[in-house]
């Protein structure tokens, strides 16, 4: 039976790495920007989509150079990949009149698309994201639908009637 279980869809990996990158926003909105237990966020579901493809991104880092590079050289590339997608999908949205961000508050941004203020968040976020992340998701296994085994119905009889 554990011969014919298959990996994850790609739909479902970018599933679950679009619902991590969401959770972990607003915990930072809520714990860091707003300090609020509220959790009253202006979020836009146009992130789904950005966490979810970086997600996949960065898991194509991890299967490339898993074996060959250390763990620090992976996390600063999987953080050049997280700016890179921020300021590309970013200025996409802009130009669709739908990014739901702007950092131009913050000393080191560029276009308000991204900040290197946000650079060890990043470096940490990734460090997490590959190892409870992206390596857990690359394990997990869809089995076949189980099926309960037939049994037979008990008797019950009245003995002394």
Known sequence: ????????SLLCRSYIYAIHGYFCEIL?????????????GALSACSLLVYGTC?????????????????????ILYTSCIYLWQFATG???????????????????????????????????ALLLERLVIAPTLRLRL???????ERPLPKFELIHD
């Not at 039976?1 to 994850?8: D, F, K, N, V, Y």
């Not at 809520?30 to 609020?36: A, F, K, T």
């Not at 089995?143 to 085994?149: D, L, M, R």
């Open 28 to 40: 930072f909105v809520v714990l860091i920007l707003d300090q609020d237990w509220v959790f009253q």
């Open 55 to 75: 997600g996949l991104g960065m898991e194509g880092i991890y299967l490339q150079l898993r074996g060959d590079c250390c763990l620090l050289t992976r996390c």
């Open 143 to 149: 089995g076949p639908v189980w099926k309960a085994k």
């Open 1 to 8: 039976m554990e011969g014919s279980a298959e990996p994850l």
């Open 91 to 125: 200025y996409l949205l802009r130009c669709l009149g739908a990014c739901p961000w702007d950092h131009g508050h913050l000393r080191y941004n560029f276009m308000g698309l991204v900040a290197l203020e946000h650079g060890l968040l990043f470096f940490v976020g």
